[in-house]
Protein backbone atom coordinates (compact mmCIF):
# COMPACT_ATOMS: atom_id res chain seq x y z
CA UNK A 1 0.00 0.00 0.00
CA UNK A 2 1.49 3.53 -1.00
CA UNK A 3 0.00 6.96 0.42
CA UNK A 4 0.52 9.92 -1.71
CA UNK A 5 0.09 13.54 -0.11
CA UNK A 6 1.12 16.62 -2.95
CA UNK A 7 1.78 20.16 -2.11
CA UNK A 8 3.50 23.02 -3.51
CA UNK A 9 0.38 24.49 -5.38
CA UNK A 10 -0.79 27.93 -5.78
CA UNK A 11 -0.90 31.24 -7.42
CA UNK A 12 1.65 32.35 -9.87
CA UNK A 13 1.97 34.57 -12.58
CA UNK A 14 2.49 33.53 -15.78
CA UNK A 15 6.14 32.67 -16.37
CA UNK A 16 7.21 32.27 -12.90
CA UNK A 17 7.44 28.75 -10.60
CA UNK A 18 6.90 26.71 -8.18
CA UNK A 19 7.70 23.34 -6.80
CA UNK A 20 5.35 20.43 -6.18
CA UNK A 21 5.94 17.49 -4.22
CA UNK A 22 4.60 14.33 -3.57
CA UNK A 23 5.20 12.81 -0.11
CA UNK A 24 4.98 9.02 -0.05
CA UNK A 25 4.22 6.36 2.56
CA UNK A 26 4.58 2.95 2.19
CA UNK A 27 7.83 0.88 1.28
CA UNK A 28 9.83 -0.52 -1.55
CA UNK A 29 9.71 2.49 -3.67
CA UNK A 30 12.90 1.27 -6.21
CA UNK A 31 9.32 -1.04 -7.21
CA UNK A 32 7.42 1.86 -8.54
CA UNK A 33 7.65 4.61 -11.39
CA UNK A 34 6.24 8.01 -10.38
CA UNK A 35 4.28 10.07 -12.33
CA UNK A 36 2.78 13.83 -12.36
CA UNK A 37 -0.57 14.33 -14.11
CA UNK A 38 -2.38 17.24 -14.44
CA UNK A 39 -6.42 18.03 -15.38
CA UNK A 40 -7.84 21.58 -16.22
CA UNK A 41 -11.69 22.21 -15.76
CA UNK A 42 -13.60 20.90 -18.62
CA UNK A 43 -10.54 18.68 -19.86
CA UNK A 44 -9.60 15.08 -19.22
CA UNK A 45 -6.47 13.99 -17.29
CA UNK A 46 -3.15 14.34 -19.06
CA UNK A 47 0.46 13.56 -18.55
CA UNK A 48 2.60 15.73 -17.60
CA UNK A 49 6.20 13.56 -16.39
CA UNK A 50 7.33 10.36 -14.68
CA UNK A 51 10.41 8.61 -13.46
CA UNK A 52 11.55 5.49 -12.12
CA UNK A 53 12.38 5.24 -8.68
CA UNK A 54 15.43 2.84 -9.01
CA UNK A 55 17.20 4.04 -11.91
CA UNK A 56 15.85 7.96 -12.29
CA UNK A 57 15.34 7.17 -15.95
CA UNK A 58 12.62 10.23 -16.59
CA UNK A 59 9.77 11.25 -19.30
CA UNK A 60 7.65 14.27 -20.40
CA UNK A 61 5.07 15.87 -22.13
CA UNK A 62 6.12 17.64 -25.29
CA UNK A 63 4.13 20.53 -23.30
CA UNK A 64 6.61 20.59 -20.51
CA UNK A 65 9.99 19.42 -21.89
CA UNK A 66 12.02 21.82 -21.34
CA UNK A 67 10.08 23.60 -18.37
CA UNK A 68 9.76 21.19 -15.75
CA UNK A 69 11.90 19.02 -13.90
CA UNK A 70 10.81 15.75 -12.31
CA UNK A 71 13.38 14.18 -9.56
CA UNK A 72 13.14 12.40 -6.71
CA UNK A 73 14.67 12.01 -2.90
CA UNK A 74 15.02 9.11 -1.87
CA UNK A 75 16.38 10.15 1.22
CA UNK A 76 13.11 11.41 1.97
CA UNK A 77 10.43 9.26 0.22
CA UNK A 78 9.60 12.45 -2.33
CA UNK A 79 9.24 12.93 -6.04
CA UNK A 80 9.19 16.63 -6.76
CA UNK A 81 7.62 18.47 -9.71
CA UNK A 82 9.76 22.05 -10.59
CA UNK A 83 7.64 23.60 -13.15
CA UNK A 84 9.59 27.13 -14.63
CA UNK A 85 8.39 29.85 -16.81
CA UNK A 86 4.86 28.62 -16.60
CA UNK A 87 2.38 28.91 -18.84
CA UNK A 88 -1.70 30.05 -17.90
CA UNK A 89 -2.20 26.68 -19.96
CA UNK A 90 -0.68 25.02 -17.05
CA UNK A 91 -3.43 26.25 -14.60
CA UNK A 92 -5.16 22.19 -13.52
CA UNK A 93 -5.17 20.17 -10.92
CA UNK A 94 -2.27 18.32 -10.69
CA UNK A 95 -1.67 14.96 -9.36
CA UNK A 96 0.88 12.64 -8.00
CA UNK A 97 0.72 8.61 -9.03
CA UNK A 98 2.24 5.98 -8.39
CA UNK A 99 2.74 2.95 -10.95
CA UNK A 100 4.34 -0.60 -10.12
CA UNK A 101 7.11 -1.29 -12.48
CA UNK A 102 10.47 -1.60 -12.12
CA UNK A 103 13.10 0.87 -14.18
CA UNK A 104 11.19 2.16 -16.78
CA UNK A 105 8.20 4.47 -16.56
CA UNK A 106 4.35 5.20 -17.79
CA UNK A 107 2.37 8.09 -19.35
CA UNK A 108 -0.74 5.56 -19.23
CA UNK A 109 -3.30 6.82 -16.50
CA UNK A 110 -4.55 3.46 -16.40
CA UNK A 111 -1.03 1.93 -15.17
CA UNK A 112 -0.90 4.00 -12.05
CA UNK A 113 -2.45 2.07 -9.00
CA UNK A 114 -1.94 5.23 -6.30
CA UNK A 115 -2.91 8.77 -6.55
CA UNK A 116 -2.35 11.59 -4.32
CA UNK A 117 -5.57 13.48 -3.99
CA UNK A 118 -4.39 16.45 -5.75
CA UNK A 119 -2.80 20.23 -5.50
CA UNK A 120 -4.08 22.84 -7.76
CA UNK A 121 -1.76 25.50 -9.37
CA UNK A 122 -3.61 28.59 -11.45
CA UNK A 123 -1.21 30.73 -13.74
CA UNK A 124 -2.85 34.07 -14.24
CA UNK A 125 -1.42 35.95 -17.28
Known amino acids: QVQLVESGGGLVQAGGSLRLSCAASGSAFFRYAMGWFRQAPGKEREFVAA????????IYADSVKGRFTISRDSTKNTVYLQMNNLEPEDTAVYYCAAAFMVGTTSTDAEAYRYWGQGTQVTVSS
Open 51 to 58: IAWVNGIT
